[in-house]
């Protein structure tokens, strides 16, 4: 009589792993690749708002000197100054958006990346140059792993004078894997520009 021997032994799988390199790398390429669209958004946005204040200007202009302004006119000239004043304060907030250099959101994704580790992952990030803060969104295998992330964090020259004291962290027990979920932002030291 054939006997048959079952050799499968599920331990022996290879496991799949949700962190690759290449999966960490394509995130930050893809973080790359938004933060370089949204500028190019910003420059048309604040030219299309300048080109739209300086024919507002001349319009009002004209509106300014002609003799005796119609009570029709004297609506539209104020209508006229609201949107001016509107377009020169929205050129204004996008010229200080677009002051931030881009060497700052290098460095910044810099920083990020030499701080990471496997076991450490990101979800969002948002970085605002004025006044100085970064926020995180992402995830750990284990609690005990956040401190010295945020030590390595802290340790990058992009990070020089922030300090990551509001933090978030929850457990996640659903899923293949039970991790924890943490959301950080820093904010300047003390002393610190």
Do not use: C, K
Not at 28 to 33: E, F, G, N
Not at 98 to 127: C, K, M, N, T, Y
Not at 147 to 161: D, K
Not at 164 to 193: C, D, K, M, T
């Amino acid at each position: 009589m054939a006997q048959q021997l079952n050799l499968f032994d599920a331990s022996l799988r290879p496991r799949r792993s949700l962190l690759t390199p290449l999966r960490l790398g394509a995130v930050a390429l893809l973080l790359l690749a938004l933060i370089v669209a949204a500028g190019h958004w910003l420059r048309q946005d604040a030219a299309r708002w300048r080109a739209q204040a300086t024919a507002d200007q001349a319009r009002l202009q004209q509106l300014a000197t002609s003799a005796v302004p119609a009570p029709a006119a004297a609506a539209d000239l104020d209508a006229l100054r609201r949107e001016l004043s509107e377009a020169r304060f929205l050129a204004q907030a996008l010229q200080q958006a677009q002051d931030s250099p881009r060497e700052q959101a290098a460095e910044v994704l810099a920083g990020l990346s030499a701080a990471a580790r496997p076991e450490v992952w990101i979800q969002a990030a948002q970085w605002r140059a004025s006044p100085r803060q970064l926020s995180l969104e992402g995830g750990l295998l284990r609690a005990e792993q956040l401190p010295a992330y945020l030590r390595r964090l802290e340790g990058q020259p992009a990070f020089a004078g922030q300090s990551f004291a509001q933090l978030q962290l929850e457990p996640v027990a659903q899923g293949p894997l039970p991790h924890h979920r943490f959301a950080l932002r820093s904010q300047a030291r003390e002393g610190a520009r």
